[in-house]
Structures are given as structure tokens and as C-alpha cells.
């Protein structure tokens, strides 16, 4: 009888175990925990916080004693294992020698603690990573009334966790190292869920690394941002990433990334004999770029986990990699990304371009209309969709899934008009937003529209006098007067024909309407009438609002 030994139960060990078993019913298979628990939903732990799961057993996706009887799994609970002689394949825990034919290595990852001055002398703070840790924030800030506390991190867990305060009614402070909150996603993107965040009552502060925390006797008191500046809190909590846990394989020769990570290929073997590891302690093959990258989800620890213990029992299974599909809520948005986006594509040096519309989610005279902003990055000669980005309040899950099969089926851009997507009023336009987002960049590659980004027309003001280019707005004179960006002249839509010889054909032409559709149809109208320098900027005067640029009105041009 062979022996199977699976290490960690969190996600990728019990997947491991349980396909094991289902591939080979007569393996012996052994799954060890240094915990008291198996299979808890970590990502569901910010949710749990603020009540929208409602119990804490709730957490508790798979029991032991399930993995037991419908498996017949030996799951040995708090029982480390400390070492591993992968010469002589043998397992050493906290209580004994296993020796194994194959090994599953689903150790998973440990919350990074930066270090900060005093925190070792303080008790009123945690991770957010395990349900020890779910335990003492709940004891310590929901029982103990704490009135404000301070996450540090603002990554997908970070952003979740403020909101589970905010709604729990706790003071919240974000704080984030990077210029950005949930650096994964374009600067804008990021940039509107920030804007949510504090409209909810959150303090957000990037760019700032904490160093110290003041204290009072063995409490946090103040987290300083800076030698001056504090936050006073009564609780901190640390969310600024997570290392793996390797040290085990590595000191046994493993390849592994920069960060410890492990590296395996598609049947989730090591580079160690009759070895496998899976989950948030591997590094996953990036299937666009090809490298091994970390990018730890529950998702891959799932798949991941099926492929290592399927092929420990004999079966012949794959896990090709992935590429970095996400998505986070920001209390009533979403946002979500997929592939690659503009930072991704230039480190990878893949040449790029790139598009973006606004569009209804659902059909305008559906009740409670709601839209979307979705930007899209395709390969200027191939046209393949290499990512593509998604913020708004409804449907953004099904969108980010459309593009992010097409990504995997190597579908282009001009592809997406061609979709049979569903359509009912109660779920989607006639024209769904990602039918529209490949109809627009349809138009870009026929050059009947071209786009400049709002980030490229802002440096495109300031490095030129006004009257060496036309910005137009064309839309209706009632949304002119609420608002326009700085400069503008305002010709409607309805008007431009007859208005034409007020435009200057020899200077470049930047236009806006509110979200894009006009702005498309006044291109098309002056170009056919001899004015052929013309962009526009794609998500009009809706997008810069959001981007909480300067807004002129007419009798207070040029204010805030």
C-alpha cells in the first residue's frame, strides 16, 4: 500500500487529500495540521467581522470528521510537522517519523509583520489571516468596543477588512506604502475605489510606510505616519501581504522564486523527487508571460491542490498556470481586472494599446440603471486581448469572466462584437458592455475614433498654451452650464453641422461629450467635413469628474 502524506489543511491540502482519495481508494493517505481546524475560509474573514457572515462555524467550509468518514482520511490535527528528509522520504512532526511514497507540500503562507518600532511591545493588534486571528479582532475591537481602528495594507484583504469596519461601525484609517490603493489595477481604477472609500468615511493615506507606533503601557495608541504626524487608534490591523512557507523544501534544495516561493510545473511536482506542493506557497506560471509569478488565490490553491493530489495517487492532471484575474467589492461597486494592464505589459515589454468605454450594465429604461467603465489592452499587431480592467455597481463579475475566457482562448478584440452573450432587460443591454468596449476599439483600429487618455490630456494642457489646440465639448448646453473641463468651448452635438467654421481645421481638435457615444458621432461628422486632427477622450466629462479633476462652470470658470 502506498503512502500519501499530505502537509497543511487549509485549502490545497484538502483538495490534495480528498482527489487522492478519489483517484486511488486503496493509498494510505495521512493529512497533518499544525492547527486545530481544517478547510476555513480565510476570504471570507473580513466578512465575518462586520456580520454579513453571520456565524463564525459559518468559516468552517470542511470538518474533520468529513475528510474522515466520506474520505477515509487519517487527519491529524495540531501536529506540525517540523522537518522533512527528502532523501530518505521521511516526514518529521511534533510527535513522531512518517516515512511516504509521495509527498503533498500545501503549507501555504504566513502574514508578513513589518518592523515597526514598539510593536513587539504592544497586544492590540493582529493579522487577518487565520481564525485565531478572526477570534481576537472580534474579542478585541467588536466585544471591547474599540471606536477606531487602523489597517496597514491596502491590497484586495486590506480593502475588505475597512469596509467590514466602516459597516460594523468602527472608525477606520487605510494606510498603504505604494502611491495607490490595490496596486494590482491601472492608477484610475484604483483611484475610484479610493474615492469610495473616504465618501464612506474612511481615511486612506498612501505613499507612507509605518515606522513607529506610540504607546501606552502595552497598548498601541498612535500609529505615526511620520516623525510629526500620528493617527490615534485603539487597534491595529496588519494586512501589508504574505510570505510563503517554504523553509522546509528550500533548505532541501527546491527551486523557488525570489520570495521563497516554490517552483513546480504543470503537475504541481517540485524539483525534488516524488515531491508536489500547491497552494499560496507555490509560485503560479504566468500563461502570458511565461514566468513563474506569485500571485496567491484561493482559486489557484483549489486547482492547484486537485493537480498535486490527483498525480501523488497516480492520475495524469494539469494546472497550466493563470494570469492574474481579481476582483474586490468597494461596498456598492466592484471592481475587477484581468491579464495584463499598462504596468504589466511594460515590464513585460509587450507592446500595447489600449481602449475604454462607458456603458450601461443594464438597458436605460430598466429600472435602477446602473454602468460600468471597462479599459481594454490589446497587442497593436495582433489585436489578442492582453487584459482588461472593469469598475461599477453591477455585472462587473460577468464581464471580467467573458474577457478573461477570451484572454485564455487567445480571442482578439475584434472578436468581442461577435459574442452571443445573454440578453434580458433584468441582466443586459442589447448591446452588452463588452460587445460595446470591442465595438469602440473596432473603431479605434478603422480609425473612426482615437482615444487619449485622460492622465496623456491632462500633460497635454499643461505643456501647451491654450491657443495651440481646439477642445470641444458637445454636449448639450443645460451640461455645459453644470460643469466643463477648464477651457472648453461648447458646441452641441445638434449643432455642429451648422457650426463647423468655428473651428480652426489647422490646430488639433480634443473633444468630450459625457461618456463617449457623441464624442464618436462629432468625429465622424468632422473628419467627413475636412477636420482630420482629432482625438477623444474616452469616458468624456463623466470620467474626469470621477478623476476629481478641475471643473469650470461658466460664472466661476477655473474654480474647484
Not at 455 to 463: K, L, R, S, V
Amino acid at each position: 500500500m502506498s503512502r500519501i502524506i499530505v502537509v497543511g489543511g487549509l485549502s490545497a491540502g484538502p483538495s490534495a487529500a480528498a482527489k487522492a482519495r478519489r483517484e486511488n481508494e486503496d493509498a494510505e493517505i495521512i493529512l497533518f495540521e499544525k492547527g486545530a481546524n481544517i478547510s476555513y475560509a480565510t476570504c471570507g474573514i473580513p466578512y465575518a467581522l462586520s456580520g454579513v457572515i453571520e456565524h463564525r462555524k459559518k468559516l468552517l467550509v470542511v470538518k474533520p470528521d468529513l475528510m474522515r468518514e466520506r474520505f477515509n482520511i487519517d487527519v491529524r490535527l495540531e501536529e506540525e510537522v517540523v522537518d522533512v528528509d527528502v532523501n530518505n522520504k521521511v516526514v518529521i512532526t511534533s510527535k513522531g517519523e512518517y516515512s511516504y511514497d509521495k509527498l503533498v507540500f500545501a503549507t501555504g503562507a504566513k502574514s508578513f509583520v513589518p518592523p515597526i518600532k514598539n510593536l513587539d511591545k504592544t497586544e492590540n493588534w493582529s493579522t487577518c489571516r487565520s481564525l485565531k486571528d478572526y477570534d481576537k479582532i472580534m474579542k478585541e475591537v467588536m466585544d471591547d468596543e474599540a471606536e477606531h481602528v487602523t489597517v496597514l495594507g491596502a491590497g484586495l484583504i486590506g480593502v475588505e477588512v475597512a469596509e467590514n469596519l466602516i459597516e460594523a461601525g468602527k472608525e477606520v484609517t487605510l494606510i498603504e506604502g505604494s502611491d495607490q490603493i490595490l496596486p494590482m489595477w491601472d492608477p484610475k481604477f484604483s483611484y475610484f475605489a479610493k474615492s469610495v472609500l473616504e465618501e464612506k468615511g474612511i481615511e486612506v493615506i498612501t505613499s507612507t510606510f509605518v515606522k513607529e507606533m506610540g504607546t501606552w503601557g502595552d497598548q498601541i495608541d498612535k500609529v505615526y505616519i511620520d516623525e510629526d504626524r500620528f493617527v490615534e487608534t485603539d487597534f491595529v490591523i496588519m494586512s501589508v501581504g504574505i510570505r510563503p512557507n517554504t523553509d522546509l523544501l528550500v533548505k532541501n534544495g527546491a527551486e523557488h522564486i525570489g520570495n521563497g516561493a516554490l517552483i513546480v510545473n504543470e503537475k504541481m511536482e517540485t524539483t525534488l523527487p516524488d515531491v508536489y506542493a500547491a497552494g499560496d506557497n507555490v509560485a503560479v506560471k504566468n500563461l502570458q508571460t511565461g514566468a513563474h509569478d506569485y500571485f496567491p488565490l484561493g482559486t489557484h490553491s483549489n486547482k492547484g491542490g486537485r493537480a498535486a493530489g490527483g498525480n501523488a495517487a497516480g492520475a495524469d492532471l494539469t494546472f497550466k498556470g493563470a494570469y492574474k484575474t481579481a476582483i474586490v467589492k468597494v461596498f456598492e461597486y466592484t471592481m475587477a481586472r484581468t491579464g495584463l494592464n499598462a504596468k504589466g505589459l511594460k515590464d513585460a515589454g509587450i507592446p500595447f494599446k489600449k481602449s475604454l468605454s462607458i456603458a450601461g450594465a443594464t438597458p436605460g429604461y430598466y429600472p435602477g440603471k446602473k454602468e460600468m467603465i471597462t479599459e481594454i489592452y490589446y497587442h497593436p499587431d495582433t489585436h489578442k486581448i492582453l487584459g482588461a480592467e472593469i469598475f461599477g455597481e453591477t455585472g462587473v463579475d460577468k464581464r471580467i469572466d467573458v474577457l478573461s475566457t477570451a484572454i485564455y482562448a487567445g480571442l482578439k478584440v475584434t472578436d468581442l462584437p461577435h459574442l452571443d452573450l445573454a440578453y434580458a432587460p433584468p441582466f443586459s443591454p442589447a448591446k452588452d458592455p463588452v460587445v460595446v468596449a470591442g465595438f469602440v476599439t473596432e473603431n479605434i483600429l478603422e480609425d473612426k475614433c482615437a482615444q487619449m487618455d485622460i492622465n496623456e490630456f491632462e500633460a497635454y494642457m499643461q505643456q501647451r498654451d491654450r491657443e495651440e489646440y481646439n477642445l470641444l465639448d458637445v454636449r448639450t448646453i443645460r451640461e455645459f452650464d453644470r460643469g466643463f473641463i477648464p477651457g472648453a468651448v461648447n458646441i452641441p452635438l445638434h449643432d455642429l453641422r451648422e457650426r463647423i467654421s468655428e473651428i480652426d481645421p489647422e490646430k488639433p481638435l480634443i473633444l468630450y461629450c459625457q461618456k463617449g457615444l457623441r464624442g464618436y458621432l462629432a468625429r465622424l461628422i468632422l473628419k467627413q467635413n475636412g477636420i482630420s486632427k482629432i482625438v477623444s477622450i474616452p469616458g468624456g466629462f463623466k470620467l474626469w469628474e470621477m478623476m476629481g479633476k478641475k471643473v469650470a462652470v461658466p460664472e466661476l470658470v477655473g474654480v474647484e
